[in-house]
């Protein structure tokens, strides 16, 4: 696992993961994804494809008071059945939104392309 922030339209490398950037005593919940990212840092879930990624925001900016502040998109991208590389997104940088989604479009399409062939 690894967590990255996109910087003119790269990735870059910030943490080994998540809980390396949070206060300790929010990196020690156990449900990453609705005890830690909904409940302590205020994202919800906003898209999804299956096997490719899950898109979390952020309702608000001023509900992070040091919870990542800065951070209103959480890309978690499937890499295999067992690890996830996250991606964070600054406010609403509609560029770094737009270059995630360009990085993403190969996986849609490739897993797109798997289901169509298993399921023939």
């Given at each position: 696992?690894?967590v990255?922030?996109?910087?003119?339209?790269?990735?870059?490398?910030?943490?080994?993961?998540?809980?390396?950037?949070?206060?300790?005593?929010?990196?020690?919940?156990?449900?990453?994804?609705?005890?830690?990212?909904?409940?302590?840092?205020?994202?919800?879930?906003?898209?999804?494809?299956?096997?490719?990624?899950?898109?979390?925001?952020?309702?608000?900016?001023?509900?992070?008071?040091?919870?990542?502040?800065?951070?209103?998109?959480?890309?978690?991208?499937?890499?295999?059945?067992?690890?996830?590389?996250?991606?964070?997104?600054?406010?609403?940088?509609?560029?770094?939104?737009?270059?995630?989604?360009?990085?993403?479009?190969?996986?849609?399409?490739r897993?797109?392309?798997?289901?169509?062939?298993?399921?023939?």
């Amino acid at each position: 696992m690894a967590v990255y922030e996109v910087v003119k339209g790269e990735l870059v490398k910030v943490a080994a993961q998540l809980e390396d950037l949070l206060l300790p005593e929010l990196a020690d919940i156990e449900d990453y994804e609705v005890g830690l990212l909904q409940k302590k840092l205020g994202f919800i879930v906003y898209d999804e494809v299956a096997d490719v990624y899950k898109l979390f925001r952020r309702g608000g900016l001023e509900s992070a008071k040091g919870k990542l502040p800065g951070i209103r998109f959480i890309f978690d991208v499937s890499i295999d059945e067992s690890a996830i590389d996250s991606i964070l997104v600054m406010d609403d940088s509609l560029p770094d939104f737009l270059a995630v989604m360009r990085m993403l479009e190969p996986l849609v399409n490739r897993t797109a392309s798997l289901r169509k062939e298993v399921l023939g």
